[in-house]
């Protein structure tokens, strides 16, 4: 018996951008933004992406929205590449997936009505409705994310942070998608207002079954929605399992510094000492090595040899390290 195709598939992807020459006769430069990136999302199973500036969340996003090609991989949504869509069945497709952007304030066009931008997804797909029908799918979407039929009169300058974020999650949950990818969805939110939206994810996940792929440099934030979470560095996946695993048993030395990086609330144990971060001076990367390496306190001569592949540690625990630690935090 057949299984049902996973809701998103990405097999050994990578993206590479060519850079402006810095020199008449050398040729240009290439940064490498991801490194053979592989994983599974089945429907319903959100998958956080976590990792600091430049690790190559954002591109992965893009490359999963078919913003752009990859350099080479697939990826698949609902059994179909992506890569291989012609521009009318890619518009068709999105009807499946869309996004939510990090800046709440540029991702919205001020010159539009609220109504104009929530219903900009069906309007972009042929045979969706008329307007009448879509004014009242934005009534009813708007009101799922907490704001008034009133609301779709005004423009984005008339609400706040919080508000806008909403209004961007409305405008992506109008096409029923099946998965929505969230690039750093509250990064740009006070702290008070972030909880709110992540509750309000939280529980339209509920109401709709919408699977989220949400990328975020913020463990904390990920737990809250995610069920499972990858760790990326420098373009490859360094760690992946449950956000109670990486919290607790974290086996990557990087992941280790992320949850180190975060502020903690509760006062400390007696002698317990913070980890210091990024505690060894950085040594020059070699080719081929773990690309950790040359940041890692606990490298050795191995880890300048060879780059270690993702291998699973524990049922539903990967990490990509010759000497994965095994301490409990």
């Given at each position: 018996?057949?299984?049902a195709?996973?809701?998103?598939?990405?097999?050994?992807?990578?993206?590479?951008?060519?850079?402006?020459r810095?020199?008449?006769?050398?040729?240009?430069?290439?940064?490498?933004?991801?490194?053979?990136?592989?994983?599974?999302?089945?429907?319903?199973?959100?998958?956080?992406?976590?990792?600091?500036?430049?690790?190559?969340?954002?591109?992965l996003?893009?490359?999963?929205?078919?913003?752009?090609?990859?350099?080479?991989?697939?990826v698949?949504?609902?059994?179909?590449?992506?890569?291989?869509?012609?521009?009318?069945?890619?518009?068709?497709?999105?009807r499946?997936?869309?996004?939510?952007?990090?800046?709440?304030?540029?991702?919205?066009?001020p010159?539009?009505?609220?109504?104009?931008?929530?219903?900009?997804?069906?309007?972009?797909?042929?045979?969706?409705?008329?307007?009448?029908q879509?004014?009242?799918?934005?009534?009813?979407?708007?009101?799922?994310?907490?704001?008034?039929?009133?609301?779709?009169?005004?423009?984005?300058?008339?609400?706040?942070?919080?508000?806008?974020?909403?209004?961007?999650?409305a405008?992506a949950?109008?096409?029923?998608?099946?998965?929505?990818?969230?690039?750093?969805?509250?990064?740009?939110?006070?702290?008070?207002?972030?909880?709110?939206?992540?509750?309000?994810?939280?529980?339209?996940?509920?109401?709709?079954?919408?699977?989220?792929?949400?990328?975020?440099?913020?463990?904390?934030?990920?737990?809250?929605l995610?069920a499972?979470?990858?760790?990326?560095?420098?373009?490859?996946?360094?760690?992946?399992?449950?956000?109670?695993?990486?919290?607790?048993?974290?086996?990557?030395?990087?992941?280790?510094?992320?949850l180190?990086?975060?502020?903690?609330?509760?006062?400390?144990?007696?002698?317990?000492?913070?980890?210091?971060?990024?505690?060894?001076?950085?040594?020059p990367?070699?080719?081929?090595?773990?690309?950790?390496?040359?940041?890692?306190?606990?490298?050795?001569?191995?880890?300048?040899?060879?780059?270690?592949?993702?291998?699973?540690?524990?049922?539903?625990?990967?990490?990509?390290?010759?000497?994965?630690?095994?301490?409990?935090?």
């Amino acid at each position: 018996m057949s299984t049902a195709a996973p809701l998103l598939q990405v097999e050994d992807v990578t993206r590479t951008y060519t850079l402006p020459r810095e020199k008449l006769w050398a040729p240009p430069p290439q940064v490498r933004a991801l490194q053979g990136v592989s994983f599974t999302l089945q429907t319903g199973h959100s998958l956080g992406i976590v990792g600091e500036s430049g690790s190559g969340k954002s591109t992965l996003a893009r490359l999963v929205m078919a913003l752009e090609p990859p350099t080479s991989g697939r990826v698949h949504i609902l059994g179909q590449d992506m890569t291989t869509l012609d521009p009318t069945a890619l518009r068709r497709a999105r009807r499946d997936f869309q996004m939510v952007f990090q800046d709440p304030y540029g991702s919205l066009d001020p010159r539009q009505t609220v109504e104009r931008i929530v219903t900009e997804p069906l309007q972009a797909q042929p045979g969706s409705g008329t307007p009448a029908q879509w004014r009242s799918q934005a009534q009813a979407v708007l009101a799922s994310v907490g704001l008034r039929s009133a609301d779709l009169d005004k423009y984005p300058h008339e609400f706040s942070g919080g508000q806008r974020q909403r209004i961007a999650i409305a405008r992506a949950l109008i096409t029923r998608p099946r998965l929505i990818v969230a690039d750093e969805p509250v990064s740009a939110l006070d702290v008070s207002v972030q909880a709110q939206v992540l509750n309000l994810m939280q529980d339209l996940q509920q109401q709709f079954g919408v699977t989220y792929l949400l990328i975020s440099h913020d463990l904390a934030v990920v737990d809250h929605l995610c069920a499972d979470v990858a760790v990326i560095f420098q373009g490859r996946i360094v760690e992946q399992g449950s956000p109670l695993t990486l919290f607790r048993e974290a086996a990557h030395p990087y992941t280790r510094t992320l949850l180190d990086a975060v502020p903690r609330m509760e006062p400390r144990a007696p002698g317990e000492a913070r980890r210091r971060v990024a505690a060894v001076a950085p040594r020059p990367q070699q080719p081929g090595a773990c690309p950790y390496a040359h940041r890692c306190e606990q490298a050795r001569p191995e880890c300048d040899q060879a780059r270690p592949e993702l291998q699973e540690l524990a049922t539903g625990h990967k990490v990509a390290c010759h000497f994965p630690l095994s301490a409990r935090r």
